[in-house]
């Protein structure tokens, strides 16, 4: 029973690192059209649809790290971004300051600081005690 | 303004009720005691202590027709007071639980209460006649970690409870030669006692508060993730709905209305919560009024230095003046609310109601002249 299920995700996992790197490549094309926006928004769709284990989450962050990282209008980037992503991205934006890299939590400080303005404490809290859905 | 009395009673109040006629409110100052205040003449005199716990007093309700005190505490035991000339009588309830007794309400026939506590238990209590004695049943391994909050269902047989384990849970607490079998009523009354009828895993964390609607229809409970949740058609195929709010989490809740709810928590701040014609539940405003925060800090919270120090290291510590400890939360509660009370005039709309939290303060509020949120 637990070897099927195994086998299962397994192949489940493969199927879903082909969507990331799919999800990769549409996200570089909008980069290159400067669409910055547009591409955070399409690494944060769907993220729970797509997390599996943790080497599809660790394929899924070098994703979303790229999108956010090209972040320059912090400000007209939250204002254009739908409210439902703001938990998703206050997720990706600890597991950035977690890395401890010195540019990355640079830049993921910016962004923390304008989005809690905007979404409040409520939006930590829900990044705080979510340990079903972690990215 | 919809603040109507603000009233220091204690350092700190754990939990709160009023008396059938409103006129005493019996409060947990914190301790082992409950102390009841009657107000004469604009002042608040304290006309009884009921001594009896070893430990902090968790839940205190006083039942509105047969006019009985209830009391939980961290002892692992209960109390009911009963008022003999004008001498409040305690007798003990012995809930057999190993750990703290968290909160107790009596049902809507006051012929049973329910007690949740730490045991990962619920204790359903009822009077023996023949016994002189008030017995404890319990509903044991259901749930996974401490009951927060029970309450029971206006048809006095369902009880809903909320838990650390992140779950809402509603049960059956039929009791044979206490509870009439009414085979009119459905569903309800055939279950047995400890019937689990739902279990609701909507919160990734703690839950509490939960609350019936005054019908019974729909039931709203919080969690530890500033979320709060609104279940219809509570049974077999429950229709929930989250709603998602942007400042700290709530403890506890109370149905102003069928459409309306009001909670209470952690942003000091009670929130109002509706339900539009289609029944879509969402964040109407806050009650009390948020003064404009100082200009010390750009958070105007108790996290402001906390914030000021996690921001200002990314600056490289030039910004450091502007961090400056700031307490101002501009509400009327300075900490946490912890308990939310009805206060009732006629009908079944509630117009009134009562906060206490751990600054120790009651704060009466109406909501005669808050035109946007009367139907």
Same mark, same amino acid.
Not at chain 2, 351 to 357: A, D, E, L, P, Q
């Given at each position: 029973m637990a070897d099927a299920e195994?086998?299962?995700?397994?192949?489940?996992?493969?199927?879903?690192?082909?969507?990331?790197?799919?999800?990769?490549?549409?996200?570089?094309?909008?980069?290159?059209?400067?669409?910055?926006?547009?591409?955070?928004?399409?690494?944060?769709?769907?993220?729970?649809?797509?997390?599996?284990?943790?080497?599809?989450?660790?394929?899924?962050?070098?994703?979303?790290?790229?999108?956010?990282?090209?972040?320059?209008?912090?400000?007209?980037?939250?204002?254009?971004?739908?409210?439902?992503?703001?938990?998703?991205?206050?997720?990706?934006?600890?597991?950035?300051?977690?890395?401890?890299?010195?540019p990355t939590c640079d830049q993921f400080l910016r962004i923390h600081e304008k989005l809690t303005e905007k979404a409040g404490h409520g939006c930590i809290l829900r990044f705080l005690t979510d340990t079903v859905n972690t990215v | 303004m919809a603040v109507m009395?603000?009233?220091?009673?204690?350092?700190?109040?754990?939990?709160?009720?009023? %008396? #059938?006629?409103?006129?005493?409110? =019996?409060?947990?100052?914190?301790?082992?005691? *409950?102390? +009841?205040?009657?107000?004469?003449?604009?002042?608040?005199?304290?006309?009884?202590?009921?001594?009896?716990?070893?430990?902090?007093?968790?839940?205190?309700?006083?039942?509105?027709?047969?006019?009985?005190?209830?009391?939980?505490?961290?002892?692992?035991?209960?109390?009911?007071?009963?008022?003999?000339?004008?001498e409040w009588v305690p007798t003990l309830v012995i809930l057999r639980l190993n750990r703290a007794a968290l909160c107790v309400q009596w %049902? #809507?026939?006051?012929?049973?209460? =329910?007690?949740?506590?730490?045991?990962?238990? *619920?204790? +359903?209590?009822?009077?023996?006649?023949?016994?002189?004695?008030?017995?404890?049943?319990?509903?044991r391994k259901r749930h996974d970690s401490s009951v927060t909050s029970v309450s029971w269902h206006p048809e006095n047989i369902l009880l809903a409870t909320t838990s650390t384990d992140g779950k809402c849970r509603v049960f059956s607490t039929f009791i044979k030669g206490v509870d009439a079998k009414d085979s009119k009523k459905g569903t309800s009354a055939d279950s047995k006692f400890g019937e689990l009828i739902v279990q609701l895993d909507l919160s990734s964390s703690w839950t509490f508060g939960v609350k019936w609607s005054p019908s019974g229809n729909t039931l709203a409970y919080v969690g530890h993730n500033s979320m709060i949740y609104f279940v219809d058609d509570v049974g077999p195929s429950p229709l929930a709905q989250n709603v998602v709010f942007r400042d700290l989490p709530l403890r506890d809740v109370l149905f102003v209305s069928e459409k309306k709810v009001i909670g209470v928590g952690f942003d000091c701040n009670p929130m109002v919560f509706a339900a539009d014609e289609r029944g879509i539940w969402s964040f109407v405003r806050y009650l009390g009024e948020r003064k404009a925060v100082s200009s010390g800090s750009r958070y105007g919270s108790q996290f402001s230095e906390a914030f000021g120090k996690f921001y200002g290291q990314s600056k490289h510590g030039v910004n450091n003046?502007?961090?400056?400890?700031?307490?101002?939360?501009?509400?009327?509660?300075?900490?946490?609310?912890?308990?939310?009370?009805?206060?009732?005039?006629?009908?079944?709309?509630?117009?009134?109601?009562?906060?206490?939290?751990?600054?120790?303060?009651?704060v009466v509020w109406d909501l005669e002249n808050e035109q946007d949120l009367l139907e």
């Open positions: 195994g086998f299962v995700e397994a192949d489940n996992a493969e199927a879903i690192i082909t969507r990331i790197e799919h999800k990769s490549r549409k996200i570089e094309t909008l980069l290159k059209q400067y669409k910055p926006v547009e591409a955070l928004k399409t690494a944060l769709e769907g993220t729970y649809a797509i997390i599996g284990d943790e080497r599809c989450k660790s394929a899924h962050w070098i994703v979303v790290h790229r999108a956010i990282m090209a972040i320059k209008d912090v400000d007209g980037m939250l204002s254009s971004l739908d409210p439902e992503y703001y938990d998703i991205l206050m997720k990706y934006l600890y597991r950035g300051l977690a890395t401890g890299d010195r | 009395a603000v009233h220091q009673f204690a350092q700190c109040i754990t939990c709160h009720v009023w %008396s #059938p006629d409103q006129s005493m409110v =019996a409060l947990c100052p914190n301790n082992n005691e *409950v102390h +009841i205040y009657r107000l004469v003449e604009d002042k608040w005199e304290k006309v009884y202590v009921l001594q009896k716990h070893d430990q902090v007093v968790s839940g205190i309700d006083w039942s509105a027709r047969s006019n009985k005190i209830v009391t939980a505490s961290h002892d692992r035991n209960s109390y009911v007071w009963n008022l003999e000339r004008s %049902s #809507p026939k006051e012929n049973k209460f =329910a007690v949740g506590s730490g045991a990962k238990t *619920v204790c +359903i209590c009822y009077y023996e006649q023949e016994n002189n004695w008030w017995v404890s049943k319990l509903i003046d502007a961090v400056e400890t700031s307490r101002t939360r501009g509400t009327v509660h300075e900490n946490c609310i912890n308990g939310i009370m009805p206060l009732r005039d006629h009908g079944t709309i509630i117009r009134r109601f009562s906060t206490s939290g751990l600054d120790g303060r009651i």
